[in-house]
C-alpha cells in the first residue's frame, strides 16, 4: 500500500458502518440466485506457495521486488505464465506515461465467457518497496488474487459477466500502473466495468477486517461474505485513497476491496472485536522484515481468498435471466418527471444524471453508482451543505416508459435503490417502488423513514411482477419529506425486468 506521506488526496468521504441500518423486508443487498453456483473453497495451501515463489524472486533479486528492478520482472513472469497456462488471455502493459522511469508492466488477463458489456475487476497490486520482499504488502493481494483466477480456470462455472484480473505496477510509487490503465481506458470501456475489487495488504499478523467503501453494493457483497461466517468488519478508513482502488474511484467506477490494516495501531475496541494488541496491524509494514512466513497470518489470508470467491462467483457465474428490458440511466430513455401532475416537493427533484456525494452524520446522497457513470437521484449536485438539494416540501415521483411484461416463466423487476435520512425524519417519509398497470397502480415496496440516522447504502430490491404477463406497465417511483425540514435523500440505477 502507497505510504500517507506521497497521498494524493482524491475524494474526501465520510463514510459509517451499516450494522445499525439492516437491509429492510423485500430487499438485500446481495438476493439469492438458485442459478449461482456456491463459490469453492480457495486453497490457502495454495496461496502460501505463491507467497513463497514470491519470496524467492526477491531473495534471488536483491532482496525486493520494486517496480523497477528484475524481482518486479520475475514476478510479472511468474503470473504471466500461470495464467497464459490456465487459459487466460493475458498481457503486459506498458505503462507509458506516469510511471517511474525502468518500472515493469502491468498484467491484465481476462477469462472468456459472460457478458463482454458487463466486466467485474479484481486487482492488487505486484510491486513492492525497496527495503525489503514486499510479501504482505503487497504479494498477499497477488498471491489471492492468482490463486482465485486460477481457481475459476479449474471449476470453469458458466458466466454471466466477464471477469478481468489486474496486477499493478509502480503502486508503491504512487498508484502509477492503475491510474494509466483507468486514465487510458476508453469511455465506452469506463462503463462495461460494473466494479472493481481491490486486494491490498490481505494478510496483517496483527490484522483486521476491513472492506473498502463498505456501504457501496460491491462493498455489501464483501461484507455478506464475512457477516455469513461471523466476522465483523469496518470500513478501510486507513486505505482510503491509498491503494489501486483511488484510480477507478477516479473515473467513476464502483468499488471496494480487502484489506487487513497496514502501520496504524489497531485500538482497544478492535483487538476486542478481532485480537491481537494495541500495535499495529503489520508490524512489518515497508520494513526488511516484511519476509514469508513471518509476517503473514494464514487465518486472515485464508478468509480473505474466500470472501473474493465468493464475491466473484455471487456476482459474475451462473446462468442469467434473459433481460426483457433495463436501464443503466446512462442515456436518456423516457423517464417522466411529476407525471401525474401532483408533486409537492420543492426540491430535491428525481434527475437523471452524476450525483455528486454529500455527508451530513454520515453518508447521504451517494456520489458513486452502481454501474457507469449516471444514476436517477434525487437533487444531484451537492451544494453548499447536504441540505441544499435533498428532497424538500413533500412528494417528488418519477415514472418510466411502457414496458410489456412477457408471459410465461418468472418474470422479475430488480432494481438497486438507496434512501438516505438525518434523524429529523419520521414514518411519514418513505421510498416506494409501485407497477402502474391498466386496473390501477400498486406497490411494490416501500421503505419509510425513522426519527435517527440512516446513512446512503446501496441495496438491490427484487419482486416478482408475473401477474401482469401480456400487460404494459411502467414503473413509479416516489420519494418524500413529509417530516416539516428533514433530511431525504434518495437514488436508484441498474433497473431491469428479467424472465427465469
Known sequence: MRPTSILRVLVTMSMAGTAALGVPAGASAAPPDMSVAAAPDVSLTNQRAHLQQFQSIA????????STSPGYTASVNYVYDRLAAAGYTVARQNCTSGCTSGAGPNVIADWPGGDPNSVYMFGAHLDGVAAGPGINDNASGSATLLEIALTLAATNPTMRSRVRFAFWTDEEQGLNGSEFYANTLPTAERAKIRAYFNFDMVASTNGGYFVNRITSAAGQTLKAYYDGIGVPTEENTEGAGRSDDASFNAIGV???GVAAGASRVKTAAQVAKWGGTQSGFDPCYHRACDTYPSNISTTVLDRAGDAAAYALWTLATGTAPAAVWSDTFETATGWTTNPGGSDTATAGGWE???PQDTSSSGAKQLGTTVS???????????????GAYDVDGGLTSVRSPAITVPSGGTVNLSLSWYLAHGS?????????VSIVHPSGTTALFTQ????????GVWATGT???SAYAGQSVR?????????GASLVEAGVDDVTISRQ
Not at 372 to 386: C, E, F, H, K, S
Not at 475 to 483: C, K, R
Open 448 to 455: 419509510p423513514g425513522a426519527a435517527s440516522n440512516r446513512n
Open 475 to 483: 414503473i413509479l417511483i416516489e420519494v418524500t419529506d413529509a417530516s
Open 424 to 432: 429529523n425524519a419520521s414514518s411519514a417519509d418513505y421510498f416506494r
Open 59 to 66: 531473495s534471488a533479486n536483491g532482496g525486493n521486488r520494486r
Open 372 to 386: 457507469g457513470i449516471n444514476g436517477l437521484v434525487t437533487g444531484r449536485l451537492a451544494g453548499t451543505d447536504a
Open 254 to 256: 464502483q468499488t471496494s
Open 463 to 465: 419482486w416478482n411482477v
Open 352 to 354: 437523471r444524471g452524476d
